[in-house]
């Protein structure tokens, strides 16, 4: 059987809008329209206004142009679901050439982030930490799309940590659209986390202040007060 191409996929997907919208403009709105669903799964006081969020995008395009959207978040959770060991939205990102080089916005390759992630288990007593306190946490002050705590996830997983559970991902990224990237993947496969968007100084500024981390309609607490 052949495998299929979840990102030629994806980009048919694109090409729909090509006359009649711009591709930063429908990556965007794919990554806000998927972030909303994904959050409003759970209950919560914001689910009205995520709710209303989602329909003031959904309703700017084409009723033939709507249809793609959740087709293209299908594709996403299928190509995570047949290989978890992956940064798909990142790649899927670089692949499409939306990355904003000119803010010095480079992504680092999953397998890069795989190797640093196995250092940081080198004659590591993880287990010693979450026998005391029940689980480990894991900060990525620039995160992309997600790689590096994706692969942290996956050597987890190898060393028997169960993430989902054990594990608690932590996120900052200045840029809101590489943070959405973050969440929905993170999302996707389950990992418990906190993504921030913002300059990691302000942030670390706002903790120790004792600001109040303050939730967003995406369901995660995206920004600091």
Known sequence: MEKKDYKKEFCTLMDKFAFRYSRWQVWNDFLSLSALSLANVMPGPENGEREEQYLS???????????????????VVLA?????????????????????????????????????????????????????????SVNDPACGAGAMLIAFANVAKKHGINYQKQVLFIAQDIDRTAAMMCYIQLSLLGCPAIVAVGDIKAICDSLQSRSPIRPTRYGVPCSIT
Do not use: R, W
């Open 57 to 75: 995008i959904m309703n700017s395009y084409q009723k033939e142009d709507q249809e793609a959207f959740p087709k293209m978040l299908g594709l």
């Open 80 to 136: 995570l679901e047949e290989n978890p060991e992956q940064d798909f939205l990142g790649s899927l990102y670089h692949y499409l050439d939306l990355q904003q080089e000119q803010k010095g916005q480079f992504f680092t390759p999953y397998h890069i982030c795989h190797f640093m992630s196995e250092l940081q288990f080198a004659g590591d007593g993880k287990e010693v930490q979450i026998e005391k306190k029940g689980h480990i």
